[in-house]
């Protein structure tokens, strides 16, 4: 167990959390600035004190990375966020954690040398999703939460960049990066930092026989917190180089002391071994005391899902901590000279760097001389500042005079010079690497300002729709509905209703699982590229698993993009259409204006469908009647009696009687369908290349009912059925 590959990893969520955090044994810290961080709501760090932090860090051996880890809107990203990095870049910067695929591509082409590590919110299940980034040029990748020490083990083996995972802190009820439950319900989006936790609210649960569970304060969707303290030693021999602290929104005391207990029992750990390794019981009570909510759990590290994760409550529990920052100093060695009629000289050494300060005029004394203690006095006001004095030698003369502010003016000027010396190695200018690298490019490469082509059709063009479907009933009829352009099916469906469909002139299209957590099973591949022979033109692509193991294949050109793999900005668009894609979706939490402001050519567009609210790898059914390993719908019932359907996965790849313990999860859907059935026109006027209506929970009826008045009102007929839809985020937006 090499010690120096070994990350202790901690929260900052203002100034003194930073300090807090250096001074209880991190080797890193992770911090937000102003803009496009995930906790919008911490103090966060404004651009003073973000400099000053990369510096202290720096000086002290350690790293600072940035949370640029939200999603951005073309606006932000093309007038913001570069100028708002560039002071950062300069001062050496480490990393800055990225969650959006544009922001991702701009930084890796405006800041060559800053390290980008993918966020835990581009829901990284699997290596091929590492495989892929680290192909981009990410130099880490933050796992998933929900992932078992058996997966982070093989996806260590099977790609070579850093892996970093949270091992203290709070847990996401759904896979980060995949919820928008807060967003859709109270515009609040966790993917913009501004999540209102939902998920810590009390619902009541309904299965399909009515019978409910829980009353009251019952919060089914509430997780513990996690503390793998005791597990360490297995975490690290997974392969994770990076062992995270949740919490930017934590008090700095907190941050001090989770972090200084992790520090303890890592310096335990690489001393004594992993044979000898084990936590006290009053030091697992001390973290339980600094925070928790219904206790604690080791997470998905060595177990699925279940209710031993639960906390069925939002009670907080916190004990009495008091904060006692440590002060970091380096030990610095000088000399100082005091020779009557020379200047004063002072040398200093530290980490191997040296400076020198040469000020004033040393005099001989006319009457009281200044003594080495006094001199020395002096020289030990050190204040502030990250150095202490390991040695200084002081060589003057008896009689000698030299005023107090001249040596506070050495000493100074000195400790700066060595500090400056010292932060060199981490400054980067990258005015001169623009230069450089726009010199280098030839005229093809730069790209032009984009003006969008989001011309409408003429109106003798109807716009294609497409329908995706996840029920049995419904597959059948659509695959013979007139008006559908295309069909999104999975597995199970597509080997029922393939050549139905494309017998009836439709795309057919193979609907991917929304998380991929393991290979797919076995004859699943050598079936698919049966259908691509008969017919079959792609697939619905939800994750980067998915996709990097399709392109790898050859058959990126086959890849829809589903809304799960956001586009948020041209940036991003771009990306995607480098690689090779077909066609990508409009993502679900931008609104119309935002809508006219983005590239729209080439995407397809939901304007119907239960949005999905949360993706989660817990079982709302197992954690309240238990698991019957059956595909079921369940509702969850808020305080204000509105019902969201609950989707059991069973079996994601949906083949067969195939199921993976830990490969199965819920879908949350929303309590209304969302449609733009009224907004045709306006939708039409975005220059989208297709629509889509998104079919998951209805039935036949209702399916057939839908589609007939969609189609008429995307293909310019008349609308038979009034409808209770929502219109999700097209009015109103994101925050």
């Known amino acids: 167990m090499n010690q120096n590959n070994i990350e202790l990893l901690a929260p900052a969520g203002s100034y003194e959390g930073f300090e807090a955090a250096l001074g209880a044994g991190a080797d890193a810290v992770y911090v937000g600035g102003t803009m496009f961080g995930a906790r919008a709501y911490a103090q966060n760090f404004n651009e003073e004190e973000l400099l000053r932090a990369i510096d ?302 040469c000020v004033g005029e040393v005099q001989y004394a006319k009457s009281q001389p200044v003594t080495e203690e006094r001199v020395r006095q002096q020289m030990d006001k050190l204040g502030n500042t990250s150095f202490i004095w390991e040695k200084l030698e002081i060589y003057m003369e008896d009689s000698v005079f030299v005023p107090m502010k001249t040596l506070n003016e050495a000493r100074h000027q000195a400790l700066e010079n060595l500090k400056e010396k010292l932060l060199r190695k981490y400054r980067r200018n990258v005015g001169d690497e623009r230069v450089k690298r726009i010199a280098e490019e030839t005229p093809a490469k730069i790209r032009d300002v984009v003006i969008h082509d989001n011309v409408p059709r003429n109106k003798e063009e109807y716009i294609p729709v497409y329908v995706s479907c996840e029920n049995e009933d419904a597959s059948e009829v659509l695959c013979q509905k007139t008006g559908i352009q295309g069909i999104y099916l999975p597995y199970a469906l597509m080997e029922k209703h393939l050549q139905t469909g494309l017998d009836n002139g439709k795309e057919m299209y193979l609907s991917l699982p929304h998380i991929t957590r393991e290979n797919p099973p076995e004859g699943y591949m050598e079936q698919v590229k049966k259908w691509l022979e008969a017919g079959l033109s792609g697939f619905l692509v939800r994750n980067l698993e998915s996709y990097s193991a399709l392109a790898q294949m050859g058959l990126a050109d086959k890849c829809v993009l589903d809304h799960s793999l956001y586009t948020w900005n041209d940036e991003a668009i771009r990306f995607w259409k480098d690689q090779g894609i077909l066609r990508n979706t409009v993502p679900l939490e931008l609104n119309e204006k935002e809508l006219r402001h983005r590239e729209n050519a080439g995407s397809e567009m939901i304007v119907y469908g239960r949005l999905p609210l949360m993706h989660s790898a817990q079982c709302v059914r197992k954690n309240t009647s238990g698991c019957n390993g059956q595909e079921e719908r369940l509702v969850l019932k808020d305080r204000y009696d509105k019902e969201f359907p609950v989707v059991c996965y069973c079996r994601p790849w949906k083949m067969g009687n195939t199921k993976a313990a830990d490969s199965c999860y819920n879908i949350i859907y929303n309590s209304l369908p969302y449609g733009l059935l009224k907004e045709a026109g306006r939708v039409e006027e975005l220059g989208v290349s297709s629509v889509r209506l998104a079919f998951t929970i209805e039935s036949r009826e209702e399916t057939e009912r839908i589609v007939e008045d969609f189609v008429a009102a995307y293909h310019g007929g008349r609308v038979s059925h009034e409808y209770e839809f929502t219109k999700g985020h097209f009015k109103r937006g994101a925050e």
């Open 56 to 357: 202290v860090a720096h000086i002290h051996g350690r790293k600072l990375y940035l949370t640029v880890n939200t999603l951005l809107k073309n606006k932000e990203l093309n007038e913001h966020l570069v100028s708002y990095l560039e002071p950062y870049y300069n001062a050496g910067l480490d990393a800055v954690i990225v969650q959006d695929m544009g922001v991702f591509s701009l930084l890796k082409r405006e800041f060559p040398k800053l390290h980008l590590h993918a966020s835990t919110q581009m829901t990284v299940t699997g290596p091929e999703g590492m495989k892929f980034l680290a192909e981009q040029g990410a130099t880490r990748v933050v796992a998933a939460r929900e992932l078992s020490l058996q997966e982070l083990s093989r996806m260590h083996e099977a790609c070579p960049i850093e892996i970093e995972a949270f091992v203290h802190g709070a847990l996401c009820y759904s896979y980060s990066g995949q919820c928008l439950m807060s967003s859709l319900l109270g515009g609040r989006s966790g993917n913009r930092g501004r999540c209102a936790q939902p998920c810590r609210l009390p619902y009541q649960v309904k299965n399909f026989r009515a019978k409910e569970y829980g009353k009251g304060e019952f919060c089914p969707l509430s997780l513990k917190d996690i503390c793998t303290i005791e597990i360490l030693p297995e975490i690290i021999e997974a392969g994770v180089t990076s062992l995270k602290i949740e919490g930017r929104m934590k008090q700095p005391a907190y941050t001090a002391g989770v972090t200084g207990m992790y520090r303890k029992y890592l310096d335990f750990l690489f001393e004594k071994g992993p044979a000898n390794y084990h936590v006290t019981e009053k030091d697992k009570k001390y973290l339980l005391d600094l925070f928790n909510r219904g206790g604690s759990c080791t997470g998905y590290y060595q177990m699925g899902n279940g209710p031993q994760m639960m906390a069925f409550t939002n009670e907080k529990k916190t004990g009495e901590v008091f904060l006692e920052t440590k002060q970091l100093k380096e030990k610095i060695t000088g000399e100082l000279h005091l020779v009557p009629g020379s200047p004063v000289l002072l040398h200093v050494s530290c980490q191997g760097e040296d400076a020198y300060e």
